[in-house]
């Protein structure tokens, strides 16, 4: 056992505080995490860096949390010593399941605000998720050392929208050092401990996991009642399996073995799980042969937006379902299964929670594996009422569609979306909106500057490049969030890219019939310029069943197979070119077009 961890068994439950960091994207949460280690003396001035529980070299690349993590500490407060475990959660709305599942290891939660930002959409989505667990809410408005922050306009956005009491609040500045006692001193006294007991049988709740290479799967458990030891056989109710616990310990930042965790805790378990099957997020630990009622698991993460991932070399597959797998487990809102494209050879069809996931997802498989992935353009999961029977099936690969003349009617998903955004950018964001075929729900004043809009958008138009359309016409001030709500008819055709007269399945889309023609014409222009020359002429169509909407031509690369000829009679030059023609007709009929990479990366940009 570590030196620096005292004896456990001195934590009783009302020693132990479990608590969540929640905030909007950059309000500071990483900072604020690094400030409440180094101050509790978890990290040392020498293991001391910025975002130290940012693992990930994506999100130390992108400045944001894209896993939640778990970090123990010891404090001292007016002489008695507790053990608080702290779980820095993602800000950005595709990571809200993350942060959901990091609540339910918790009873409290620090809201954060920036002070010259004030309250985002993000703030909102995250104040009702742990509000809805019934959590200890700290407020806390962070970054007060700003010039341009407005301590009493956020203090008032804390009091109108959230029924705080002004004397709740909490003014600190992570960077600076401000208001961290403060911040244990709430946490200790305002969030509740667990009323749980170390006598009863053990009762432990799996919450996260990832994979490590040398020793298997890692567990995060909390544990809610009983105690938990190196040695002991234990039972995953899901999996329904029994083993052997190899090791537990305490995220002291890092895996620290304890050899034992009581009741009340938060830690690490490993027992020599080798696949992603067994670790079920949400299941229930006990010893074996001593069951107890079970948690009730964790609403699963529904996915918005589909894509392909590809080897770029097809003898890497084996290594992608293997990366695949690891990072599933890391990941547990992602759905993934199987496929053959006839344009791309075996792949995935993985669905994810928004277009930031799916862009996060193909940078680590790139960065942590050292893969080559081609991803293609992503979808959104319709439902097809089809003719006649009336039955409804759910389809998200455009390649899957019926024809059209088995298809009643296309119900495409819809969500409800709130943005916050200054006054003067509210009309190009309205405009923004209608354009993307928005309804308009409500607008409310947030304050003298800002507004609260919220509409009812397709996912379809959102999936692709709204978030960044939207940062761009405010300068960034905007903020967006979104639930999911239910389906709606829609007018959408399916188009297909024929190249020489041959569709590629990976390059077709679902788009509605208004914009088809813009989109068409935009996607032939666009693969024209990213297809090499052939020896063959290249026809690039975009199709709507057997209506062409958009054509584009990629002319042959010529030889001149007359040079040879010095004068002599002109049948001679036109005898050899009529040879070549009949050359370049024949192998355009056998020769298939390359599609190069960039092709499909040009379809994902704007």
């Known amino acids: ?17 479990n608590f969540s960091i929640i905030a909007h994207i950059d309000h500071g949460k990483s900072t604020l995490s690094d400030r409440l280690l180094e101050v509790s003396g978890t990290i040392t001035e020498r293991q001391k860096k910025e975002q130290f529980l940012d693992k990930l070299q994506v999100e130390r690349e992108r400045g944001i949390t894209v896993k939640a993590q778990t970090a123990s500490m010891f404090y001292e407060y007016k002489g008695v010593k507790y053990l608080l475990n702290l779980i820095d959660t993602p800000g950005h709305v595709d ?19 920036d002070a010259a930002q004030g309250v985002q959409a993000q703030t909102m989505a995250n104040f009702y998720l742990a509000f809805d667990q019934d959590l200890t809410i700290i407020p806390i408005i962070n970054k007060i050392d700003l010039p341009n922050a407005d301590v009493e306009k956020v203090t008032n956005q804390f009091v109108n929208l959230f029924d705080f009491a002004p004397s709740e609040v909490i003014q600190a500045s992570a960077k600076a050092n401000i208001g961290i006692p403060e911040i244990f001193a709430a946490v200790i006294e305002r969030v509740p401990s667990l009323k749980v007991s170390a006598d009863k049988p053990l009762r432990a709740m799996l919450f996260d996991s990832w994979f490590d290479d040398y020793r298997g799967v890692v567990c995060l458990i909390a544990l809610h009642d009983g105690t938990i030891k190196k040695g002991d056989t234990i039972c995953l109710a899901q999996a329904s399996s029994n083993y052997e616990v190899l090791e537990v310990g305490l995220m002291y930042p890092e895996p620290t073995p304890t050899n034992v965790l009581y009741a009340g805790q938060v830690g690490y378990l490993i027992t020599g799980m080798k696949t992603i099957k067994e670790a079920q997020i949400g299941d229930t630990i006990y010893h074996h042969k001593k069951p ?8 699963p993460a529904k996915q918005m937006v589909f894509a392909g991932v590809f080897p770029v070399d097809s003898e890497e597959i084996g290594l992608l379902e293997e990366a695949i797998e690891k990072l599933t487990l890391n ?10 494209s006839a344009a791309l050879g075996i792949g995935f069809r993985c669905g994810f929670l928004g277009m930031l996931h799916m862009e996060v997802f193909k940078q680590r498989l790139e960065q942590e594996y050292n893969l080559s992935v081609i991803a293609t353009a992503p979808s959104v999961l319709y439902q097809i009422k089809m003719a006649g029977t009336g039955k409804i099936i759910d389809i998200e690969n455009p390649s899957d569609f019926p024809e059209r003349n088995y298809i009643d009617e296309i119900l495409e998903p819809m969500i409800d979306a709130t943005i916050i955004v200054p006054q003067q950018y509210l009309g190009s964001v ?9 309804k308009q729900q409500n607008l409310t004043y947030l304050d003298d500057n800002r507004v609260i809009l919220k509409y009812r958008l397709p996912l379809n138009e959102v999936a692709m490049e709204f978030y960044g359309d939207l940062k761009g016409i405010s300068s960034g001030y905007a903020s967006f969030d979104y639930e999911f709500s239910g389906y709606e008819p829609a007018d959408l055709v399916k188009m297909d890219i024929l190249l020489n007269g041959k569709p590629v399945d990976a390059l077709s889309i679902i788009i509605h019939r208004d914009r088809a023609f813009y989109i068409g014409r935009d996607l032939t222009q666009r693969l024209q310029k990213v297809i090499h020359r052939q020896l063959f002429e290249v026809i690039i169509q975009a199709a709507i069943g057997a209506k062409i909407i958009a054509r584009e031509r990629v002319a042959p690369l010529r030889k001149d197979v007359t040079a040879k000829c010095y004068g002599g009679d002109v049948s001679r030059k036109r005898k050899l070119l009529e040879k070549q023609k009949e050359g370049k007709k024949k192998m355009k009929q056998v020769g298939s077009v390359e599609v190069p990479q960039e092709a499909f990366l040009s379809l994902l940009k704007k």
């Open 292 to 299: 107890v009622e079970l948690f009730p698991g964790f609403k």
């Open 95 to 113: 990571f809200t399941y993350e942060v959901s599942r990091s609540l339910y290891a918790c009873q409290g939660a620090l809201l954060l605000i």
């Open 1 to 17: 056992m570590s030196q620096r961890i005292p004896n456990l068994q001195e934590f009783t439950p009302d020693k132990i505080r």
């Open 430 to 438: 309205i405009k923004l909106c209608e354009e993307k075929r928005g």
């Open 331 to 340: 990941d547990a809102s992602i759905s993934v299964e199987k496929k053959t």
